[in-house]
């Protein structure tokens, strides 16, 4: 029982550790805003004139820390055709410091959001997210609507999305509307 | 040669007067795209168990409820509610209550992230049989835990998320899909909807809760792995 209800604790510790060998400073790690539907729709609206990526994401989702690189990388590589990515986290209160110590570690220099409700179902309801599942994707185009959606609902026979098709969308998506 | 005309014709008939009830009868759920609360449950059988033996639902004829958990031990979420499960599976094992993983995972350890999945390969280079059978003996998890690497069970059951569960009665009809409880940290949790549906089938009534949206890791579809075609076989 000891060790069974130790688990959790482990498995954020080593998340912990796997993301930040060198502690971030409370300085140097990013701010997270906490955010419920309004607040994320006001959010997204400041980019007006942009393309807007959100990577869902959690702590408890190994994938979604595995494929953050890609998120990074896409800020950087498409800044100067106009893309802004945004980071949309679905992990629960208290999650904080291993979070900005993951976000820290991976450079991750744009906005980010946590959902007010957690991982809780309620998270799921509001961003629309049918599989239940992270990683998930929304691309808004310059107009601030929604374009684009991945999400492992899409097609449950299919292989799951990766970050080939990601890109590949954001890239025609950029095409389509070269910035002015 | 009248009859052997109009014979396939009525059938025709009849089939047509079906097709919508069939037609509605899909997505009645509003979380699982292949089932609903009411369906009976997909059979599987001859799946490879972490005890070294190889189980399917028939084998658990004795038992009044049937817990089928969609598992991995290559996600976070899983390992979370592990705990949970183990403790509940230990104390309904007598009131005839039997608990069953099944991981359909085709991917590898990732090595960039400790505990979390690579890449998708097949199902003896994943190495997810030898997984379970190590995480059953280290956790001493008193559940059958076995291994889907065809990943039709998780076809069949149109489960996308780690951990799935559903609760079939005795007839073996599904009286409840989604998650254990209603928050994936266990200081959260409000509802336990997988205990009260058991409850309730035990005490012979119908789980007030049917359905509620699972929350976790995505179960990693391969390109390769077939459709399950027996998906309204009940055993």
């Known amino acids: 029982m000891t060790r069974w209800n130790a688990l959790p604790t482990l498995l954020l510790a080593l998340t912990a550790a796997a993301v930040a060998p060198t502690p971030a400073t409370a300085a140097d790690a990013p701010k997270i805003q906490v955010v419920d539907d309004a607040g994320y729709d006001a959010a997204i609206a400041k980019y007006r004139g942009k393309v807007v990526v959100v990577d869902f994401w959690a702590l408890w989702c190994t994938e979604c820390l595995k494929e953050f690189k890609y998120t990074v990388g896409w800020g950087e590589t498409y800044k100067d055709q106009g893309l802004v990515v945004v980071s949309m986290s679905f992990d629960d209160d208290g999650t904080e410091g291993a979070a900005g110590r993951f976000l820290a570690k991976r450079n991750a220099n744009f906005q980010h959001l946590r959902s007010k409700w957690g991982s809780g179902e309620e998270s799921f309801e509001k961003w629309n997210i049918p599989s239940g599942t992270l990683p998930h994707v929304k691309i808004y185009g310059r107009d601030g609507k929604l374009v684009k959606v991945f999400d492992a609902g899409d097609d449950p026979t299919a292989p799951s999305f990766t970050h080939v098709e990601v890109e590949k969308a954001i890239k025609a998506i950029l095409a389509a509307s070269p910035q002015k | ?235």
């Open chain 2, 1 to 235: 040669m009248s009859v052997r005309r109009s014979g396939p014709g009525i059938r025709l008939a009849a089939l047509l007067l079906l097709l919508p009830s069939l037609v509605v009868a899909e997505n009645r759920s509003k979380f699982n795209a292949k089932l609903a609360p009411g369906d009976p449950a997909p059979r599987f059988e001859k799946l490879p168990g972490a005890d070294g033996e190889t189980h399917g639902l028939a084998d658990y004829k004795e038992a009044k409820v049937v817990v089928v958990c969609f598992a991995s031990t290559l996600c976070g979420v899983v390992d979370l509610y592990e705990p949970r499960l183990a403790e509940f599976a230990a104390k309904y094992k007598k009131q005839g209550v039997q608990v069953v993983a099944i991981s359909c995972e085709r991917r590898g350890p990732s090595t960039e992230i400790p505990g979390g999945a690579g890449e998708v390969t097949t199902p003896e280079k994943s190495g997810e049989l030898a997984r379970i059978r190590e995480r059953v003996k280290e956790h001493q998890l008193p559940f059958d835990y076995l291994y889907d690497g065809s990943q039709a069970t998780g076809r069949a059951y149109g489960a996308l998320a780690t951990p799935t569960l559903f609760v079939l009665d005795g007839k073996r009809r599904i009286v409840y899909l989604g998650p254990f409880d209603d928050s994936i940290p266990v200081d959260g949790v409000e509802r336990h909807y997988v205990r009260d549906a058991v409850e309730a089938v035990l005490a012979g009534k119908s789980p007030q809760k049917t359905e509620a949206l699972a929350r976790g890791c995505r179960i990693d579809y391969a390109e390769t792995s077939k459709p399950a075609d027996s998906g309204k076989d009940s055993p």
